[in-house]
């Protein structure tokens, strides 16, 4: 990687442990200032890893400010969550297309997806269940949202890059916390918990791209 790249990184990397140590003060200003500076700075090191094949890089930054945008919709004063939701729920779209460019048959993939499915289904109906008490309205895209995180995960799988899986790993279980602390039992330790997963995930997604 270029030294611009290890720069970017290294200030996402800074950007990040000031919006954990924010998280875990419950210091909203601190976040709203870090939280989006972390994911720009990973766009930024995503744009400067030159061996990074172009079409895969356009997709992964394509995911990235969709990401930044869910960020932001989260944070406002306002309830936004459907519209993060729907930025993310893009940004997972658009780890998927960057994940399966040049990528084989997608006869694995399916089989992946549809054991992902299986496996993650008990968890995934008590979140839904628990959306639509909230509201039924919640229930549509919040299910739409399991479905296409469930697709990247898969896609990161049957790709056989380390990084990439574990990336998408992370960024499952941070989402999953999302659902689950919001809708079925909220946790005292689910914020930073989901903060860093969610970090370390979108990083190691990017780190991937040197090996794309």
Known sequence: MTVLAWTAFAAAAVFALCDWFAVLRSNKRLEFVFKPATLAAL???ALAIDSADPKIRAAFVVALCFGLAGDVFLMLPADRFVA???AFLAGH???VVGLRIDAASGVSWTVVTLVLIVAGFPLARQIVRGAVSRHASLGPPVAAYTAVITLMVSAALVSGEP???AGAALFY???TLIGWSRFVRATTWAPLA???TYHLGQALLVASL???
């Open 84 to 86: 993060g939701l729907s």
């Open 210 to 212: 040197a090996s794309s």
């Open 173 to 175: 279980v941070s989402d």
């Open 194 to 196: 989901i903060i860093v």
């Open 93 to 95: 779209v658009a780890y």
């Open 43 to 45: 766009i930024a090191a």
């Open 163 to 165: 990084l990439a899986i």
